[in-house]
């Protein structure tokens, strides 16, 4: 391989972004699967990515309203802590001011358990 320039591609590693094993409280999901909404802010989606990069991984938070199918908040930060999500949903509620009683649904991982103050 060498004498003819070809290198190897690796298969990059699984990276987890969700820990469930936590002790925080855990909201009910009422949701159930059901994943369709009637009118804009009445649901939003949350979730954590990972992107590699050359520099290391690179985190993004989203947040998705479900009837527009439209980011409507997000954050990306070369670490995945509660900051990363919270700047997310801060963005989201400075940017569309939801009206009381939207539903926010996430995978419940640890970074998502503080509320927004």
Not at 29 to 37: P, T, Y
Not at 46 to 64: C, F, S
């Amino acid at each position: 391989m060498r004498d003819n320039g070809i290198i190897g591609k690796t298969k990059r590693k699984y990276k987890a972004t969700t820990n469930s094993k936590h002790n925080y409280p855990v909201a009910e999901n009422i949701l159930r699967q059901r994943f369709n909404a009637e009118r804009p802010n009445q649901i939003c989606v949350a979730d954590i990515t990972y992107i590699p990069t050359d520099e290391g991984w690179l985190y993004l938070a989203a947040i998705e309203d479900l009837f527009q199918r439209k980011i409507v908040g997000w954050s990306m930060d070369s670490t995945m802590t509660r900051h990363l999500t919270l700047n997310a949903l801060r963005q989201a509620i400075r940017r569309y001011k939801p009206s009381p009683g939207l539903i926010h649904h996430s995978d419940r991982g640890s970074q998502v358990r503080q509320e927004v103050a």
